[in-house]
Nanobody, 117 residues
């Protein structure tokens, strides 16, 4: 059975930092595009960062220069280092792994990030 489990969320003041982790089980992550998404209350889920099979990582404009995504396929772990956090970064953050080749699309349960002003 495949699982992606996020951790590391919490409450932080504006300007602070958090590091999110996503650990996979039941699957090897090498062949997947892995991304971080977030969903704020009343808003649609949006892409934060995505890495396709170890290539360069693309970031949304709103987090470019503040967030850094990394992946370690040997540990089946993906991280999102979030610096200079802003209240508008408040959301539930989700890890997603997708492989159109094999028709797979996995989501974690999400982790809450709250940034106070």
């Amino acid at each position: 059975e495949v699982h992606f489990v996020e951790s590391g969320g919490g409450l932080v003041q504006a300007g602070g930092s958090l590091r999110l982790s996503c650990v996979a089980s039941g699957v090897t992550t090498d062949d997947y595009a892995i991304g971080w998404f977030r969903q704020a209350p009343g808003k649609e889920r949006e892409l934060v960062a995505i890495n396709v099979r170890g290539g360069p990582t693309d970031y949304s404009e709103s987090v470019e220069g503040r967030f850094t995504m990394s992946r370690d396929n040997t540990k089946k772990t993906v991280s999102l280092q979030m610096n200079s956090l802003r209240p508008e970064d408040t959301a539930v953050y989700y890890c997603n792994a997708r492989s159109p080749i094999i028709g797979a699309d996995y989501w974690g349960q999400g982790t809450q990030v709250t940034v106070s002003s």
